[in-house]
């Protein structure tokens, strides 16, 4: 409807006093009963989200990978669907190990890769940031969150991992993370190309999502023309 068409375009409004992170979500009330969400979870087990799917049937030789669950738990919590919320979670601390954080586990539930990439690191960082500023099994979340926010993402390279980052940081209020963050994105901006990158890559929508995020906690004029 156009009413429903006009509180969605708050969402886009311009940065141009301080807001919380919470009306970024502004979507999730009126959504909570428009998506079907079967699929996912009908992907999802006892243990996380399967890797794969031939259609319905996960394709379960394909296992387990961190960043879906990741991504899933945000999904979960936005439809407040809190079983398959836990269900990420707990996968996610499963996926904490000896100090490092599993990027892979097959379907027998066994480690396949010991070591995340960057990006899936910092997909996990935005999950159980979120969860902590939806209050969501905050003990566990925050706990998770401490023992993950120092590992590979500062001293990354490349810009996803930061803009991942960026987010997660802005939404627990670390200003000072999120700053080192921002400028590290910042710093990869090409004005010739008005891109952080020389082509187009996966996930590109989500680098200037989190400047956006960003400038919405501390408005930037400079930052708002990027």
């Known amino acids: 409807s156009k009413d429903t ?28 009963n428009k998506i079907n969400h079967s699929y996912l979870s009908l992907i999802t087990d006892d243990f ?22 990741a991504r899933a738990l945000i999904v979960f919590l936005e439809l407040h669907d809190f079983v398959h919320a836990k269900t990420c979670l707990t996968y996610l601390e499963s996926s904490y190990q000896n100090g490092k954080i599993v990027g892979f586990f097959d379907q027998h539930r066994t480690v396949v890769v010991q070591e995340s990439s960057e990006d899936a690191l910092g997909l996990a960082l935005w999950a ?20 993950l926010r120092d590992m590979g993402v500062p001293e990354s390279k490349y810009v996803r991992p930061h803009a991942y980052s960026l987010i997660a940081n802005t939404l627990v209020g670390n200003d000072t993370a999120a700053k080192r963050d921002q400028d590290h994105i910042i710093d990869r901006y090409r004005s010739d190309i008005h ?29 708002l023309k990027i």
């Not at 399967?50 to 319905?56: D, E, F, L, P, S």
Request: net charge positive.
């Open 5 to 32: 068409e006009k509180k969605c375009m708050l969402g886009a409004k311009k940065c141009s006093g301080r807001a919380s992170p919470e009306s970024t979500w502004i979507y999730s009330a009126m959504l909570q």
């Open 48 to 69: 996380g989200v399967w890797q794969h799917a031939n259609g319905k049937v996960p394709a379960k030789e394909h296992g387990y990978a961190l960043d879906d669950s």
């Open 128 to 147: 159980l940031a979120y969860a902590i500023h939806a209050k969501f099994e905050l003990a566990r979340t925050q706990k998770l969150y401490d023992q």
């Open 195 to 223: 891109w952080f990158e020389e082509s187009l890559r996966y996930a590109n929508g989500v680098i200037p999502y989190a400047l956006l995020i960003q400038c919405q906690r501390n408005p930037n004029d400079n930052l």
